[in-house]
């Protein structure tokens, strides 16, 4: 009876421990000030307690190179003013830590033993985020290169009607539907509006969409600032250009849309039809040995 009073004493006092370490270590997190920082997305925004405490501990550890390299990638999907690098990180190491937990109970719900799911788990957690971030990237650049004849029809029509390059860009904006190029270019302005020069605007454009088509026009906009080129010529050159481009990706397109056929036609269509077919055959074969 002794021990048994003894371990629960011990258990009681590393319950306690254990409560008292926990709460310092939440405690130690400073709150953060996002008075002027975006929403985190969604998924994020759910867990983001465990996040702010991730980042706490983990973010110190980071090298200065990974910072300037996720920054990039954050900037082209518009998270650079809702996410830091640091955060970003400690994302992927909270979503490998609930994804790990989640399918190792599943695991050992069905039955299965061994470490090779828990591991398994916590790798795809960890690499969940990277793939979302990949094709958030691939959308926005189709996005980009989707609207940017039509956003350069529009500021060209501006820019010809007698309006500066500030306020043709601004027209464009307000007259262009919501999408990624047009989130940049409001940005750009709101840049401009704060009291940065409109060359160093345009070239933090350039390298936040990181895109040869918009390198191409920044380029050719600086270039017409510098030299005092007719800007309407040179955005009319541009918006030819970006048209027959998206023409000539659209034939692309349509050209290998049979070659991309071919596998779900060979795996899913002609089994099918093959059945079909020779189900019948099959069965006459059948019935004339009988």
């Given at each position: 009876?002794?021990?048994?009073?003894l371990?629960a004493?011990a258990?009681a006092?590393?319950m306690?421990?254990?409560a008292?370490?926990?709460?310092?270590?939440v405690?130690?997190?400073?709150?953060?000030?996002?008075t002027?920082?975006?929403?985190?997305?969604p998924a994020?925004?759910?867990?983001?307690?465990?996040?702010?405490?991730?980042?706490?501990y983990l973010?110190?550890l980071?090298s200065v190179e990974?910072?300037?390299?996720?920054?990039r990638?954050l900037r082209k999907?518009?998270?650079?003013y809702?996410?830091s690098?640091?955060?970003?990180f400690?994302?992927?190491?909270v979503?490998a830590?609930?994804?790990?937990a989640?399918?190792?109970l599943?695991?050992?719900?069905?039955?299965?033993?061994?470490?090779a799911?828990?591991?398994?788990?916590?790798v795809f957690?960890?690499?969940y985020?990277e793939?979302w971030?990949?094709d958030?990237i691939?959308?926005?650049?189709?996005d980009?290169?989707k609207n940017?004849?039509?956003?350069?029809d529009?500021?060209t029509?501006?820019?010809?009607?007698?309006?500066?390059?500030t306020?043709g860009?601004?027209i464009?904006v307000e007259?262009?539907?919501?999408?990624?190029l047009?989130?940049?270019f409001a940005r750009l302005l709101?840049?401009i509006?704060?009291?940065?020069?409109?060359i160093d605007?345009?070239r933090m454009?350039e390298?936040?969409?990181?895109?040869a088509?918009?390198s191409?026009?920044i380029?050719?906009?600086?270039?017409?600032?510098?030299?005092?080129?007719?800007?309407g010529m040179?955005l009319?050159?541009q918006?030819t250009?970006?048209?027959?481009e998206?023409?000539a990706?659209a034939?692309?397109l349509?050209?290998?849309?049979?070659?991309?056929?071919?596998?779900p036609?060979i795996?899913?269509?002609?089994?099918c039809?093959?059945v079909?077919?020779g189900?019948?055959i099959?069965?006459k074969?059948?019935?004339?040995?009988?």
């Amino acid at each position: 009876m002794t021990e048994m009073y003894l371990l629960a004493g011990a258990f009681a006092m590393a319950m306690m421990f254990a409560a008292v370490f926990a709460y310092r270590i939440v405690t130690a997190v400073e709150a953060e000030d996002r008075t002027y920082a975006d929403k985190p997305p969604p998924a994020m925004a759910r867990v983001w307690p465990l996040i702010a405490l991730a980042t706490h501990y983990l973010g110190p550890l980071l090298s200065v190179e990974y910072r300037e390299k996720t920054i990039r990638r954050l900037r082209k999907v518009e998270l650079d003013y809702a996410l830091s690098p640091q955060q970003w990180f400690a994302s992927k190491v909270v979503y490998a830590c609930l994804i790990g937990a989640l399918v190792t109970l599943l695991a050992l719900w069905v039955g299965a033993a061994g470490l090779a799911i828990p591991i398994a788990g916590f790798v795809f957690g960890f690499c969940y985020l990277e793939i979302w971030m990949r094709d958030r990237i691939k959308r926005t650049e189709i996005d980009v290169l989707k609207n940017l004849p039509a956003f350069l029809d529009m500021l060209t029509l501006a820019i010809e009607s007698g309006c500066n390059l500030t306020v043709g860009m601004n027209i464009a904006v307000e007259k262009t539907p919501d999408n990624a190029l047009r989130r940049a270019f409001a940005r750009l302005l709101r840049e401009i509006r704060s009291g940065r020069n409109r060359i160093d605007a345009l070239r933090m454009l350039e390298e936040r969409l990181d895109n040869a088509a918009v390198s191409s026009l920044i380029s050719a906009l600086v270039q017409a600032e510098k030299t005092g080129a007719s800007l309407g010529m040179v955005l009319r050159a541009q918006s030819t250009q970006r048209t027959n481009e998206r023409f000539a990706r659209a034939e692309k397109l349509a050209m290998e849309a049979p070659v991309k056929m071919l596998g779900p036609l060979i795996l899913c269509i002609f089994p099918c039809t093959f059945v079909v077919i020779g189900f019948p055959i099959v069965v006459k074969m059948v019935g004339a040995i009988n």
